[in-house]
């Protein structure tokens, strides 16, 4: 295994947000039948609904909630100079950056926002130094890490935080009123991991053109049980979030 260099299924990336109708309902269907993306949208929206100030967004990728901000918002996107690279993302008004240190003053953020990449840090303490030294105080912190996800970005991913670790780490660099929310429980995960199966079938890689019409095929036939355990994992989430769930919701204030 730690010789694997790459996913054998890689996931689509998401994209950059869209603005039409169409793009929209797109991504929306995406968030459906992906309850991992769904559960952090849910999250990342009621969060982001109320003004904040100047928001960064940590390892921002193609900034798939910028579209969530307030208008009076002040948005900052960074991320690494190997985003491209390593992660397949790269957007023109990026900040791109290279060792620790992030290119932002000290104290000139109300909020960060780190969705899915704490699990990508190979440090997460400098990391979360800089998170603190960035963040005014009495400003906050927004982040989501999965938990019950499989190895993704390959080789790229590096940890899987549990409650505990989450707090112990915010707290050891300044962050107080540290609150984690489970996203899903373990019906969810049970649903989502047996949708893994049939998206490769859906969405073949690799493949050359008859070997992915031969899967597109079963992926069709597949399809109603796809749609079946998407409408379980959706309303799954509605319910309490357990000690088995696909990810984690953080919210803590720089103290």
Request: glycine share 10%; with cysteine.
């Amino acid at each position: 295994m730690t010789k694997r260099q790459r996913d054998r299924w890689p996931p689509p990336l998401f994209g950059r947000p869209a603005t039409t109708a169409r793009g929209k309902a797109m991504e929306a269907v995406r968030r459906f039948f992906d309850p991992q993306a769904g559960s952090i949208w849910r999250d990342v929206e009621v969060e982001l609904g109320r003004p904040r100030g100047t928001v960064l967004d940590v390892g921002c990728g193609a900034q798939p909630y910028r579209s969530l901000l307030h208008p009076a918002d002040h948005y900052i996107g960074i991320d690494t100079a190997d985003a491209s690279a390593h992660f397949g993302y790269a957007a023109p008004d990026t900040l791109y950056y290279s060792g620790d240190r992030w290119p932002v003053a000290d104290g000139a953020v109300d909020l960060v926002v780190c969705t899915e990449t704490l699990e990508h840090v190979r440090d997460p303490r400098p990391f979360m130094a800089e998170a603190a030294r960035v963040t005014k105080r009495g400003g906050g912190i927004l982040l989501t890490v999965p938990f019950s996800a499989r190895w993704h970005f390959i080789p790229h991913d590096y940890w899987r935080f549990t409650p505990a670790s989450l707090r112990d780490l915010l707290e050891q660099h300044g962050f107080a009123g540290v609150a984690v929310y489970a996203r899903g429980n373990a019906l969810t995960v049970a649903s989502d991991k047996a949708m893994a199966l049939i998206r490769p079938l859906v969405l073949p890689v690799g493949r050359g053109p008859l070997a992915a019409s031969a899967v597109r095929v079963a992926g069709l036939l597949l399809s109603p049980v796809l749609l079946g355990l998407a409408v379980i994992a959706n309303l799954s989430l509605r319910g309490r979030g357990g000690d088995d769930c696909l990810g984690y919701t953080v919210i803590a204030t720089r103290g």
